[in-house]
Nanobody, 114 residues
Framework: QVQLVETGGGLVQPGGSLRLSCTAS????????MAWYRQAPGKERELVAFRTNSGTENYPASVKGRFTISRDDAKNTAYLQMDSLKPEDTAVYYCNLWWESSYWGQGTQVTVSS
């Protein structure tokens, strides 16, 4: 069973930045796909960043140009860099990594408020 531990959430003012980390209990060098999702209260979970092992990335219009997904295989960690944060980015953020199966992090709260 793979464990994914997320860190980096918190309270930030509008316009600020956060970097979320997702550290895996196994090597991520063979990850097929990695993604970040978020879920705001009363809303469905939505995809905010996606990257394949070939390097293809995709972002929805709501975060494109502000969010960046990346990885550090040496640290077995995936990241989500979030810049120019807006109050509507407030949500619980989840990482999702695929090897032969899909695994999820426990979620980390991001609150954007003045």
């Amino acid at each position: 069973q793979v464990q994914l531990v997320e860190t980096g959430g918190g309270l930030v003012q509008p316009g600020g930045s956060l970097r979320l980390s997702c550290t895996a209990s196994r090597s991520i060098s063979s990850v097929i796909r990695m993604a970040w999702y978020r879920q705001a209260p009363g809303k469905e979970r939505e995809l905010v960043a996606f990257r394949t092992n070939s390097g293809t990335e995709n972002y929805p219009a709501s975060v494109k140009g502000r969010f960046t997904i990346s990885r550090d295989d040496a640290k077995n960690t995936a990241y989500l860099q979030m810049d120019s944060l807006k109050p509507e980015d407030t949500a619980v953020y989840y990482c999702n990594l695929w090897w032969e199966s899909s695994y999820w992090g426990q979620g980390t709260q991001v609150t954007v408020s003045s």
